[in-house]
């Protein structure tokens, strides 16, 4: 079993759509948990850490259940420019991090 | 922000050449770097922890004398690739944490990855 699983997508919305993504983490002892976004033949950028009492960020809120080992992604009023692949991505209290293989996301006009 | 160069951002090379890869932190200092390869479509797959003054961490499966990592600055790290073969074709991308800035722990920033084609 992978140490980071996502739905693998591809996720196609139209815009102004309300998506979701998951994410299972297998380990226990994960601490931090991110959200990166990856653009096409680009680098991962961090799009927002989860936090235990879940976050938003304009239209993106995160959530985490520790019980479950599961993080979510919500985006909502999708836009053309938030097609891209997502990361799901977790440590235990040190710099390394694990990630999830991404779900990729088109949004359409 | 904290900035993480990597260089080159691509290459090209002949089976059985060696290719290094260096990755700068910019504006702060890095005590551990991190290594990952990406195959097209597939997931970011951690190599190595790098660390400075140090030998690096390598993953499971990862061969050492394969992918040599340095580590001698704070500043610098550098993953070489050794006789290489057009298997090891990938997106290899460096990262650090530089907490500081961000404001929070363990986030990591990452280069902008250097793309090897071996032929």
């Given at each position: 079993?992978?140490?980071?699983?996502?739905?693998?997508?591809?996720?196609?919305?139209?815009?102004?759509?309300?998506?979701?993504?998951?994410?299972?983490?297998?380990?226990?002892?994960?601490?931090?948990?991110?959200?990166?976004?990856?653009?096409?033949?680009?680098?991962?950028?961090?799009?927002?850490?989860?936090?235990?009492?879940?976050?938003?960020?304009?239209?993106?809120?995160?959530?985490?259940?520790?019980?479950?080992?599961?993080?979510?992604?919500?985006?909502?009023?999708?836009?053309?420019?938030?097609?891209?692949?997502?990361?799901?991505?977790?440590?235990?209290?040190?710099?390394?991090?694990?990630?999830?293989?991404?779900?990729?996301?088109?949004?359409k006009? | 922000?904290?900035?993480?160069?990597?260089?080159?951002?691509?290459?090209?090379?002949?089976?059985g050449?060696?290719?290094?890869?260096?990755?700068?932190?910019?504006?702060?200092?890095?005590?551990?770097?991190?290594?990952?390869?990406?195959?097209?479509?597939?997931?970011?797959?951690?190599m190595?922890?790098?660390?400075?003054?140090?030998?690096?961490?390598?993953?499971?499966?990862?061969?050492k004398?394969?992918?040599?990592i340095?580590?001698?600055?704070?500043?610098?790290?550098?993953?070489?690739?050794?006789?290489?073969?057009?298997?090891?074709?990938?997106?290899?991308?460096?990262?650090?944490?530089?907490?500081?800035?961000?404001?929070?722990?363990?986030?990591?920033?990452?280069?902008?990855?250097?793309?090897?084609?071996?032929?």
């Amino acid at each position: 079993r992978k140490e980071v699983e996502q739905d693998p997508g591809p996720f196609n919305v139209p815009e102004g759509a309300t998506v979701a993504f998951n994410c299972t983490y297998s380990n226990s002892a994960s601490q931090s948990f991110f959200w990166y976004r990856q653009d096409c033949r680009k680098e991962p950028k961090l799009l927002m850490s989860v936090y235990s009492s879940g976050n938003e960020d304009g239209r993106f809120t995160a959530q985490l259940n520790r019980a479950s080992q599961y993080i979510s992604l919500l985006i909502r009023d999708s836009k053309l420019s938030d097609s891209a692949t997502y990361l799901c991505g977790t440590n235990t209290g040190g710099f390394k991090t694990i990630f999830g293989a991404g779900t990729r996301l088109f949004v359409k006009a | 922000g904290a900035v993480v160069s990597q260089h080159p951002s691509w290459v090209i090379c002949k089976s059985g050449t060696s290719v290094k890869i260096e990755c700068r932190s910019l504006d702060f200092q890095a005590t551990t770097m991190f290594w990952y390869r990406q195959f097209p479509k597939q997931s970011l797959m951690l190599m190595a922890t790098s660390n400075e003054g140090s030998k690096a961490t390598y993953e499971q499966g990862v061969e050492k004398d394969k992918f040599l990592i340095n580590h001698a600055s704070l500043t610098l790290s550098t993953l070489t690739v050794t006789s290489a073969h057009p298997e090891d074709s990938s997106f290899y991308i460096c990262s650090a944490s530089a907490d500081r800035v961000h404001g929070w722990a363990n986030v990591l920033t990452f280069g902008a990855g250097s793309r090897l084609t071996v032929l």
